[in-house]
């Protein structure tokens, strides 16, 4: 899977997917830790704010949510920054620095309002830490032939860092699998809680990620010569022809991030409409990243050879009937079908999709640019379980699959009338466009 890769792309791999766990770990732990009674609540439970009542379930989904919106508004920041500096490895220590901080404090606080903070402070690293990282892979590639391949291999480090995230901390909370309750450890004479043991394992990811790019990773020329470069980010086409591809892109990755994160919100509705279990809940759920980690390379060679624009349309061509079909089915297994062939769809657009920012970022930087979709994601991601608890009571259990479809709808056409290929795909082939 990874033979003939760049060193310096597999320790970036390695290191995001150990950064990867550890906030993977947080997404299930922190629910938990807050509902145990650890965490304060008083005074704000049940407080009228404008007619809206505050429940535990809206302050929990305030903290996983504060995460999302801060380093996804924070990341065309920090990637211009970085551009403008040419120092990405600082701005990744820099950020790996603050999640670990974040980490660490969690078991020393009690009152609700230190957690947001803590989470919000967690929000702004991963701001620090992802473009720039992005931006470092792009800039390794010694030509566009292997941009796809890269991308590839570092989006799947970092996804089965985030698949088995929350799995390693149902266990370290639990003691095993299928344990109930939180254990208790005894280290040294000390004894501490599956809590405390958790956020330690965040901390540790974090900790790793940050040994790996200071020992391993250095700033590469190109990273420095963007520092002169107009970093503004366009929404059209600087030649006149429509929109610009990036920003095209952008608003596709936006959609196809939503849709993925529509099934989290659903899961009673879901369990009781296919009459399963919690644990073939958490297999379909885990279809769409275990389908990335088996396609994220091959695909993504795949567009090195082939081109990227036929990848990201005939993805968002599988996504449409994919979200669609999850709002109708009423079988298990074909639930489970339905989400790893969204996968599929995820996987074609995702590395292709950022190798094709990556080919166009050489005159605007690629921090700037590749933040967009990075930017994107992470808005979908924080955006679709919201939409998705709203359409489904605003409508009914297939409202939400069916807005999802039309989005990636939208988005194929988009893709389709406005993105330029960005690769000759033959020895004497010219620049592809939409046109042709």
């Given at each position: 899977?990874?033979?003939?890769?760049?060193?310096?792309?597999?320790?970036?791999?390695?290191?995001?997917?150990?950064?990867?766990?550890?906030?993977?770990?947080?997404?299930?732990?922190?629910?938990?830790?807050?509902?145990?009674?650890?965490?304060?609540?008083?005074?704000?439970?049940?407080?009228?704010?404008f007619g809206?009542?505050?429940?535990?379930?809206?302050?929990?989904?305030?903290?996983?949510s504060?995460?999302?919106?801060?380093?996804?508004?924070?990341?065309?920041i920090?990637?211009?920054?970085?551009?403008?500096?040419?120092?990405?490895?600082?701005?990744?220590l820099?950020?790996?620095?603050?999640?670990?901080?974040?980490?660490?404090?969690?078991?020393?606080?009690?009152?609700?309002?230190?957690?947001?903070?803590?989470?919000?402070?967690?929000?702004?690293?991963?701001?620090?830490?992802i473009?720039?990282?992005?931006?470092?892979?792009?800039d390794?590639?010694?030509?566009?032939?292997e941009r796809?391949?890269?991308?590839?291999?570092?989006?799947?480090?970092?996804?089965?860092?985030?698949?088995?995230?929350?799995?390693?901390?149902?266990?370290?909370?639990?003691?095993?699998?299928?344990?109930?309750?939180?254990?208790?450890?005894v280290?040294?004479?000390?004894?501490?809680?599956?809590?405390?043991?958790?956020?330690?394992?965040a901390?540790?990811?974090?900790?790793?990620?940050?040994?790996l790019?200071?020992?391993?990773?250095e700033?590469?020329p190109?990273?420095?010569?963007?520092a002169?470069?107009d970093?503004?980010?366009a929404?059209?086409?600087?030649?006149?022809?429509?929109?610009?591809?990036?920003?095209?892109?952008?608003?596709?990755?936006f959609?196809?991030?939503?849709t993925?994160?529509l099934?989290?919100?659903?899961?009673?509705?879901?369990?009781?409409?296919?009459?399963?279990?919690?644990?073939?809940f958490?297999?379909?759920?885990?279809?769409v990243?275990?389908a990335n980690v088996?396609?994220?390379?091959?695909?993504?060679?795949?567009s090195?050879?082939?081109?990227?624009?036929?990848f990201?349309?005939?993805?968002?061509?599988?996504?449409?009937?994919?979200?669609?079909a999850?709002?109708?089915?009423?079988?298990?297994?074909?639930?489970?079908?339905?989400?790893?062939?969204?996968?599929?769809?995820?996987?074609?657009?995702?590395?292709?999709?950022?190798?094709?920012?990556?080919?166009l970022?050489?005159?605007?930087?690629s921090?700037?640019?590749?933040?967009?979709?990075?930017?994107?994601?992470?808005?979908?991601?924080?955006?679709?379980?919201?939409a998705?608890?709203?359409?489904?009571?605003?409508?009914?259990?297939?409202?939400?699959?069916t807005?999802?479809?039309a989005?990636?709808?939208?988005a194929?056409?988009?893709?389709?009338?406005?993105?330029?290929?960005t690769?000759?795909v033959?020895?004497?082939s010219?620049?592809?466009?939409?046109?042709?």
């Open positions: 899977m990874v033979l003939g890769t760049d060193s310096r792309i597999l320790t970036l791999a390695f290191a995001r997917m150990a950064d990867a766990l550890g906030n993977s770990f947080l997404i299930i732990v922190l629910p938990l830790y807050i509902a145990s009674g650890q965490v304060t609540l008083a005074g704000i439970v049940g407080t009228d704010l809206f009542v505050l429940r535990q379930e809206t302050l929990i989904g305030l903290v996983l504060l995460f999302g919106l801060l380093n996804s508004f924070g990341q065309p920090t990637g211009r920054l970085s551009d403008r500096t040419g120092r990405r490895r600082a701005f990744v820099t950020g790996l620095v603050l999640f670990a901080v974040g980490s660490a404090a969690y078991p020393f606080l009690t009152s609700y309002w230190s957690v947001l903070a803590a989470r919000a402070f967690q929000g702004v690293g991963a701001a620090f830490t473009p720039a990282t992005i931006a470092l892979v792009n390794y590639a010694e030509s566009d032939s796809g391949g890269n991308f590839g291999v570092f989006n799947t480090f970092r996804l089965i860092g985030f698949g088995f995230g929350p799995i390693i901390a149902g266990v370290v909370i639990t003691g095993g699998l299928g344990a109930e309750g939180v254990v208790s450890y280290l040294a004479g000390l004894t501490f809680s599956g809590f405390t043991a958790a956020f330690a394992v901390v540790l990811g974090a900790v790793v990620s940050f040994a790019v200071a020992l391993l990773i700033d590469p190109v990273a420095e010569d963007a002169s470069k970093l503004s980010i929404v059209l086409d600087p030649d006149g022809n429509g929109l610009d591809s990036v920003f095209v892109l952008g608003v596709g990755t959609m196809m991030a939503t993925i994160a099934f989290a919100t659903l899961e009673g509705p879901i369990r009781m409409r296919l009459d399963e279990s919690t644990f073939m958490s297999v379909q759920f885990a279809a990243v275990i088996l396609l994220q390379v091959p695909i993504g060679r795949a090195d050879r082939f081109g990227r624009r036929p990201v349309v005939a993805g968002f061509v599988v996504l449409v009937p994919s979200v669609y999850q709002g109708l089915v009423t079988d298990p297994w074909l639930m489970l079908g339905a989400r790893f062939v969204q996968g599929i769809a995820v996987a074609l657009v995702f590395a292709p999709s950022l190798a094709l920012a990556g080919d970022a050489g005159a605007r930087g921090g700037t640019t590749l933040s967009v979709l990075t930017m994107a994601f992470g808005l979908g991601v924080a955006v679709g379980p919201l998705s608890g709203v359409l489904f009571n605003l409508g009914s259990f297939s409202t939400p699959f807005v999802g479809a989005m990636a709808l939208f194929l056409g988009l893709t389709y009338w406005q993105v330029e290929e690769l000759s033959g020895e004497d010219p620049r592809l466009s939409p046109q042709d």
